[in-house]
């Protein structure tokens, strides 16, 4: 019995070990790992190849014998729709958003993110960071940039601007508050309805359903 309880114990000490020291990799990419997509063309051919989007260089990459490549701006005007996996994503102001609703009002996900260095040595043993909103170019190599997972130290901070299409006008939502000023004229339903629900910014459902009612009230 003794016996039994050690090899039990010695199990759960490897075990936790093991959990402790795996790591979730955070990735500049949507997906985890390149998946076969398609590019729908305006002339109605379905180009199938391997695709990815990039949220650091904000870019649909693709691989091409084996080397990975940007789609060039100058191909973006043939391109309709990029699908990947269940999601879908088309063109607006030259850059490839996710449509994730498609009626009354169309609303779209714009994939960003930050990347922190690991930091250069400052002053008094501290560190500094730099920030890829303001100059990622100085930090990266294109091919490094183009990889899926980022040199060791590198922090990746995701975020999504939401954009709203209706009437033919764009405009753009960070968070809750910024949303409310939208719909600045129906302020009362707005406080109404997220008094009542539990609205998330990062629920993509949530947020439909939330902009539904308020267009239709």
Known sequence: ??????????????????AQSKTVELSHYIFPEFTQGVVLMKSGEKVKTLLNYNSLTEEMIYIDNGTKLAI????????????????????????????????KFDLYIEHK??????????????TSQVSSSTSYSSIFSEGMKLE??????YEVQP??????????????FKNL???????NSRKELYNAY???????????????RFIEYLESN
């Open 159 to 172: 975020y999504s601007c939401y954009w709203i299409k209706k009437d033919g006008a764009f405009k753009m």
């Open 148 to 153: 899926l997972k980022l040199p060791d130290g």
């Open 1 to 18: 019995m003794k016996l039994v309880y050690s090899i039990l114990i010695s199990w759960l000490m490897v075990v936790s070990s093991f």
């Open 113 to 126: 993110c930050i990347v922190n260095s690991p930091g250069k040595p400052a002053g008094y043993g501290g």
């Open 177 to 183: 508050r910024q949303l409310k000023s939208l719909y």
């Open 72 to 103: 060039a701006d100058k191909s973006l005007a043939t391109i309709d729709t990029v699908f990947i996996k269940v999601k879908k994503f088309v063109l607006v102001k030259n850059k490839f958003f996710e449509s994730i609703y498609h009626s």
């Open 194 to 208: 997220v008094k009542e629900h539990n609205v998330e910014l990062n629920n993509q459902e949530s947020i439909i």
